[in-house]
Nanobody
Framework: QMKFVEYGGGLVQPGGSLRLSCTPSGFTVDAYAIGWFRQAPGKEREGVSCIASFGSTNYMDSVKGRFTISRDSAKNTIDLQMNNLEPEDTAVYFC?????????????????????WGQGTQVTVSA
């Protein structure tokens, strides 16, 4: 079954940092547009950041300047470096791939079109 495995979450104080990673089973991270999403209790899953097939990136407004997405082909991971974390960043974080098998020169953090979700990794920002 093709899906992602996400890891790297944890409990961190406001202003702290975490680095999340996700790796897919059944395909590689190269060539595809992959996004990080998050879902807080009682809320819809929302797009955080994405990286397109050739490396262009996109971010939701509230994380611009704080989060950085990157692709590590050697490790077959998509990483999300999160700095200056805020309590509002608390959520379960997931990876998804946009229309597996297609090349995307740009990407959107709109959830539509993404699939192959994993179980997610919990990020809690609290003092």
């Amino acid at each position: 079954q093709m899906k992602f495995v996400e890891y790297g979450g944890g409990l961190v104080q406001p202003g702290g940092s975490l680095r999340l990673s996700c790796t897919p089973s059944g395909f590689t991270v190269d060539a595809y547009a992959i996004g990080w999403f998050r879902q807080a209790p009682g809320k819809e899953r929302e797009g955080v950041s994405c990286i397109a097939s050739f490396g262009s990136t996109n971010y939701m407004d509230s994380v611009k300047g704080r989060f950085t997405i990157s692709r590590d082909s050697a490790k077959n991971t998509i990483d999300l470096q999160m700095n200056n974390l805020e309590p509002e960043d608390t959520a379960v974080y997931f990876c998804g791939v946009f229309r597996l098998g297609t090349i995307q020169t740009t990407c959107s953090v709109d959830r539509q079109g993404y699939d192959y979700w994993g179980q997610g990794t919990q990020v809690t920002v609290s003092a």
